[in-house]
T-cell receptor
Framework: GAVVSQHPSRVICKSGTSVKIECRSL??????MFWYRQFPKQSLMLMAT?????????EQGVEKDKFLINHASLTLSTLTVTSAHPEDSSFYIC????????????FGPGTRLTVT | KQEVTQIPAALSVPEGENLVLNCSFT??????LQWFRQDPGKGLTSLLL?????REQTSGRLNASLDKSSGRSTLYIAASQPGDSATYLC???????????FGAGTRLFVKA
């Protein structure tokens, strides 16, 4: 089956620094990648959608200057949390999909970000 | 606006029991519905994907049904085991859009 990886799986950073999270589709080319955020005991909330080679589309309430998304190739998307604050501590999950319509989304294992 | 609701929010059952998790959605215009499992601190594992034209899907001890007209899906787990303990998420893909909408999940605990 299709595999999506994320790196790192866990990261701890100091307040004010920036952190980059990578999402890779290992055995397929992902035309679209999604970034989700999950708070403890809550469901996944979509942050943004990115298509390869174009700017990401952010959901309402998500600061695009704070959460920088780059989808430079069909197998790699990155999420950079800039000037991180403790309230940015969360579980970030990416997913990838081939094409539109009924194609299945495949999810990564998630990255636990802790900002101290 | 599509909304996905899962009931119950939490469930504790003894090992061996058969159980049903419920998912409801407000807009029947969907491409598909998917059930996921999430272990604590982990990502999502896809369990079953039901396309809008299908009524059910089965995998091992799991059976998922879809009644699009009533906006409901159920996940049936037969002969539950302690290893089934996890959070189960239901998600729908609305027609004409590409955003997957997730329910809040059901936290399942199976007691040995």
């Amino acid at each position: 089956g299709a595999v999506v990886s994320q790196h790192p799986s866990r990261v701890i950073c100091k307040s004010g620094t920036s952190v980059k999270i990578e999402c890779r589709s290992l055995d397929f080319q992902a035309t679209t990648m999604f970034w989700y955020r999950q708070f403890p005991k809550q469901s996944l909330m979509l942050m943004a959608t990115s298509n390869e080679g174009s700017k990401a589309t952010y959901e309402q309430g998500v600061e695009k200057d704070k959460f920088l998304i780059n989808h430079a190739s069909l197998t790699l998307s990155t999420l950079t949390v800039t000037s991180a604050h403790p309230e940015d501590s969360s579980f970030y999950i990416c997913s990838a999909r081939v094409g539109q319509g009924i194609h299945e989304q495949y999810f990564g294992p998630g990255t636990r970000l802790t900002v101290t | 606006k599509q909304e996905v609701t899962q009931i119950p929010a939490a469930l504790s059952v003894p090992e061996g029991e058969n159980l049903v998790l419920n998912c409801s959605f407000t807009d029947s215009a969907i491409y598909n519905l998917q059930w996921f499992r999430q272990d604590p601190g982990k990502g999502l594992t896809s369990l079953l994907l039901i396309q809008s034209s299908q009524r059910e899907q089965t995998s091992g001890r799991l059976n998922a049904s879809l009644d699009k007209s009533s906006g409901r899906s159920t996940l049936y787990i037969a002969a539950s085991q302690p290893g089934d303990s996890a959070t189960y998420l239901c998600a729908v893909r609305p027609t004409g859009g590409f955003k997957t909408i997730f329910g809040a999940g059901t936290r399942l605990f199976v007691k040995a």
